[in-house]
């Protein structure tokens, strides 16, 4: 079993080199610049080489020195999330208190540019829908 598994990883390594194939660039006719594995029809290209990573130099960053750039941006990405969040807690917080408002007094009356009007029975119920929806589709 132990000659299978290492026969089997020594196959693997030799054959991942095998599978960096050439990569191939060139510009259509609208100036848009290609990079593929393949050569185009008709059209000229150039064979990019990849170079190969320096010494000391590695593509992932190792552990003890974290990208700081990465770090940055998600740090950024925490930050809006937890103000989404925060602003999410505000508006339930805010519409359960109105549902409760709208529940408990059938008497209600708004503003408007004429002034205060009072609310009828079906636009009492209206809004009570209305906010219920907005709590079940925004609350948890």
Known sequence: MRT???TAGLLLAMTLPCQAGQIY??????????????????VASTV?????NPQGASRTPS????DTQQQVMDNQ??????????????????ARASLAQLQNNPRLSENTEKG???????QRQQRIVETQKAIDNHCR
């Open 63 to 66: 552990p003890d020195k974290p």
């Open 116 to 122: 205060t009007r009072r609310l009828t029975e079906e």
């Open 77 to 94: 990405a925490k930050q809006q999330v937890a103000r989404q969040e925060a602003e999410r807690k505000r508006f339930c917080t805010q």
């Open 4 to 6: 299978f598994a290492m």
């Open 25 to 42: 660039k060139w510009v259509d006719a609208q100036g848009v610049t290609h990079f593929d594995a393949q050569p185009p029809q008709g």
């Open 48 to 52: 990019i080489t990849l170079p190969k």
